[in-house]
Every structure is written in C-alpha cells, then in structure tokens.
C-alpha cells in the first residue's frame, strides 16, 4: 500500500509517497508529482510480484554492506583473514565510496578492475580470485536478501589461480637433513607433508593412526596464528580425511595411535623451515608445500589415478588438481592403442 501527499514549505521536493516495506513506513520525496506518481505504480507492481527493492536499501554503500556480509560470513578464520585483507586494500579503496546497486550493475568497470587494474599492480592470480569472491559474494547475499533485483556481474573472465606446479625434487638425505634440522619433534612434520601430501596447517593439526598403522586420518588443521585447531579446508567440522600412510612415516610416528603437535603459530614454522631448508642445501622456492607437491608427483607418475591423489589432497574440485598436476599424469596412448587393438583383432 501507499500512498501520496503534498508537504507543504517542501521547494525542491514537494510531491511524497508514503509505503510500507518489510514491515516499516517509508518515505520517498520528488520533485514533481508524476515522479512521485510513477514510484506508488511501481512500488505498488514490484510489491505484489515480490521482486521490490527499497532504494534507500540499494542506494547504501558498498562499504557499509561489505562489513556487515564479512561480519557473519561462515568461512574458516584463515579465510576471513584473507577475504578482510582483500576488501581493506583493493577492494573498499575502489568500490566502497559507491552504492551497492552501482557496483552490482558496473559490470565494465568490476571487470576492468579485475583483469586490469589489480594484474598492473602485481597481484597474484589468487588475489585477483579473492577480490571477485568478495565482491560477488556481498552482491550475491544482497540479491538473495531482496535488497537488490539483480547484478550484472555473472560469468566475469578471471585469470587461472592454479599453475602447474613446478616440483623441486629433494633428494632421500635432504629429507632427512631437513627433518633432523627442524626442533623438537617437528621434523616429523617433514615427513607428514612428503610421505601424505598435508598442507603445513595439517601436518600440525589433530590425526590418528589406523590399528595396522596403513592409513592416516586428519581430523582438524592448527590455526595460522597457533592458537587453536579448526575444521580441514573445504570442510565442514566433525568432517575427516583418510590417507595411506608410507611405512617410512608410520615408523617415525613420534606418539601414540592418536596425535597432535605442540601448537605453534605457522610464521614460526616457516622460519624454522627455512633455516632447515637452507642446512640441506635446498633452494629458496623449496617451500613446506613443496613437499606436497612432492608427494603428488611421485603418486600420479606412479600410475595412481588422479581421482585418488585429489581425494587424499582434500582438493574441492578435482579440476584444481588436473590444473596442477595434470601434466605429471602418464600418458595413455600406448595403452589405449593395445586395449583397442586387442578388442579389434579378439
């Protein structure tokens, strides 16, 4: 329902439409009667067809709405580090002065901004993914809380995140040395990430053996800051990972069925790693995901299907790992000219 009035003393504008939406009264002043006439008709079509959207809501800043979607998001706490440092220092500097339904509806300069202005300035591909998600994600919830009707910011081209890897090969006695150099027991941690293919924060997160010491089962990851454990990547809490378990690493288990780490923040970690890494006479690229890569490399030249090794790397899409490793999969053309002409001649 709504309604028009005349507000007298109003100059510029006079002519205002009084409605209610989600519960609320609402005002809308014009400058001339038929503005104001056009709004109550509109107001009135898109109220029964249920697809209204108030424009003061819309017309809030990109900003103010970024915070309050960053504020109840979901994800993990490493990812809301991320998902805040890619609003604070691209993303609000650009879009956040404008109005949201601005920024849903420019899709040439989201795309420009993407594809342009955030590669010229050096960042990575992944960046440039996390800038997307976030502004389409604060558009997106926007669109499904009825605040806006729609975006046209669908099907933006991005550069790939994934690149194939690029595997720096340690030798058997730089494993060790690595491991031997690392403090404590964390040179175990070495052997997690070679021999099972976990990210650091898994090495370091909660796990238990299987009874014939076969297989490995990750249940959490430690916190980047090393305070506390949360749910795997791409998982949901409660959720587990199995993955076969090398005879050489179950051998160096440095606890009981069921283990953990001492908690450490990851920065700490990495500059253990590096002074390890620089003992064994390894390069600086060779990272601790490194190792992983290492422990993917073997298994898909090992003929082990790509299906599998995704699965025990806990990758969301198994695309992402066809992106980084298909190139180590074994070719199969000799093969399938011997099935095909064995079937053929049989």
Known sequence: MATYHKKPGAARKPHMIRYVH?????????ATKREAMDFKAKFEHDSRAQI?????????????????????????????????????????PVFGSKPLAAVA?????????????????????????????????????AIKSGRLNGSRLKGLALPPVAQKADIVFATHEQIE??????????????YLMRGCGLRLGESLGEMALRSDRSSL?????LAADGKGYTPLKHRKPGDYRDIPLPAYVAQRVPKGERFTMYQVPHRAYRDWFNRARDAAGLPPSFTPHTL??????IALAGGIPITDVSKWLG???????????????????DRARAVLDEEWVS
């Open 22 to 30: 989600e519960g609320r009264q609402r005002e809308a002043s014009f």
């Open 217 to 221: 089962r990750l249940f959490t990851q």
């Open 177 to 190: 040395k690595l491991a031997q150099e690392m403090p404590g027991n964390y040179g175990f941690t070495i």
């Open 315 to 333: 990758h969301k899409d198994i695309n992402v790992t066809y992106a980084i490793y298909g190139h180590l999969v074994p070719e199969s053309w």
């Open 105 to 141: 509806n420019d899709r040439e300069g989201v795309e420009a901004f993407l594809r342009e202005t955030l590669p010229a300035k050096g960042l990575s591909a992944s960046m440039v993914r996390t800038c997307h998600t976030v502004i389409t994600g604060v558009v997106n919830d």
């Open 52 to 92: 209204f959207v108030d424009p003061k809501v819309a017309g809030e800043r990109f900003a103010t709405v970024a915070k309050r979607w960053l504020a109840r998001h979901p994800g993990s706490p490493k990812t809301l580090v991320n998902y805040e440092g890619a609003l604070r220092l691209h993303v609000l």
């Open 292 to 297: 992983r890569h290492q422990f993917a490399s």
